[in-house]
């Protein structure tokens, strides 16, 4: 990866894997309002961590099979 493009991904990285790692508990469960910028990482982290997290309906500019494919990586 191109060093100059790695700022943005770890501002918004470390944006949303702060709160999930410091609030959360493997098992606990979490709200994640759209999977626009932050919220598709918000979704990995809190798959990866373990995390029951919902998503509300709020971005609707992805389709749902778009939806779908990122909760199932």
Known sequence: MNITK???LLCAGITTYAPIK???KVGGSCAIIGIGGLGHLAVQYANKLGIIFSLTQECKSQPLQ???KILRN
């Open 6 to 8: 790695m700022p943005p």
């Open 22 to 24: 410091r609030y959360q």
């Open 66 to 68: 778009q939806k779908q």
